[in-house]
């Protein structure tokens, strides 16, 4: 969920003189001489990122080396490990939200496993995602939401969009990317959004008003954010673009040259709750060294460096946030949500419509 732009293939090797603390509550300190030594592969989405001294401690006090294996958006990610199960190319998962988790649990991508210190450390996202505590555990979190260009608006003399509704107003002709809910999780969440807010009645209506509107669909974050929106990387043409709520301390930590206000604005009508989870993949050739991987990032090391990283918040309650993240990032008031249970039975629907209408 990070805004960075995303490297293809990071291989990360730490070494004992690199560790500089301890790793918190994590369990990876119970590593064994059948994991010293061992390299555990990541497969995890292009927005992962982790400084390199957290996972030197990782290696410090396990002797477990991590090759992160980065592969597109979430979703792709997902489709991809989902074809591979029977071989996988990775140990470990990172990046699948709950909205897609339940099609990676019930495809049968992880192998079910007692984690260590989840339950203490953070009772809130157990007991919303309890059925699915022995496949995966929640690391992060944030809202999907609609991002827009405080400086195009105020140039251009519009008010800001406020509310999904307003995006099939006149005044929004051609102004917003979102993307494909088939192959992004933001995407997804952003359909779900809608889905909730106007109802099983009313979402397709609201989705036709916005093709008609001049929606653009891409398949990525990535596409969208850095390529297509006007205060990303590339200078796109599209003002109003399907992001995150942590996208303002993003734009502040990576500007140039500096700025210590964000140039970003959110709408917080309409915002999705996305939890990210990580878990063992079946079959996977190194699965206790995986275990120790996942468990490592419940330590207070690990989620402590995550807002800066991957701009999410962490699970755990009691990690101090950086300054830039207190006084940027937002969280909605009332975000929306839809269990995983139904997000399985609607999902194949609920996409086949969406693409019959945006991409048909």
């Not at 509550?25 to 061992?38: E, F, M, V, Y």
């Not at 090391?301 to 990690?319: E, I, S, T, Y």
């Amino acid at each position: 969920m990070n805004l960075q732009r995303a490297v293809a293939v990071l291989v990360v090797a730490g070494s004992a003189a690199a560790a500089c603390g301890s790793s918190g509550s994590s369990t990876a300190t119970t590593a064994t001489t059948t994991t010293k030594g061992t390299t555990v592969t990541l497969l995890t989405h292009d927005a992962f990122a982790v400084s390199k001294p957290v996972l030197a401690a990782f290696t410090a006090e396990t002797g477990i080396k991590v090759r992160v294996l980065k592969s597109g958006d979430a979703g792709t990610m997902v489709n991809q490990a989902i074809l591979t199960r029977d071989h996988p190319q990775a140990d470990a998962l990172f990046g699948v939200d709950n909205t897609f988790l339940t099609r990676a649990v019930d495809a049968g991508l992880f192998e079910r496993r007692s984690y260590q210190g989840a339950s203490e450390l953070l009772p809130e996202a157990q007991r919303a995602f309890a059925a699915y505590s022995h496949d995966v555990l929640p690391i992060d979190f944030g809202d999907v939401c609609l991002n827009y260009d405080i400086d195009w608006f105020a140039r251009h003399q519009v008010a800001p969009p406020s509310t999904l509704a307003d995006l099939t107003r006149a005044a929004y002709k051609n102004l917003t990317v979102v993307e494909n809910p088939a192959t992004s999780s933001p995407g997804f969440a952003f359909l779900l959004a809608t889905i909730v807010r106007y109802g099983e009645s009313g979402w397709q209506p609201y989705w036709r008003a916005l093709k008609s509107n001049g929606v653009l669909a891409v398949d990525s974050w990535d596409t969208a954010y850095d390529g297509d929106f006007t205060a990303g990387g590339a200078k796109g043409t599209r003002p109003i673009v399907v992001s995150y709520a942590s996208s303002p301390p993003a734009d502040i930590v990576f500007a140039n040259p500096p700025k210590t206000k964000s140039s970003v604005g959110v709408v917080l009508d309409g915002c999705f709750r996305q939890y990210e989870f990580a878990g063992v993949l079946a079959h996977a050739a190194h699965a206790a060294a995986a275990q120790q991987l996942v468990e490592f990032m419940l330590s207070a090391r690990f989620q402590g460096d995550m807002p800066l990283q991957m701009f999410v918040w962490p699970v755990r309650r009691d990690v101090a946030l950086p300054k830039v993240f207190q006084t940027s990032a937002e969280l909605a008031p009332h975000p929306l949500s839809v269990p995983p249970a139904d997000i399985t039975h609607g999902r194949d629907g609920w996409i086949a419509a969406w693409t019959s209408i945006v991409a048909g």
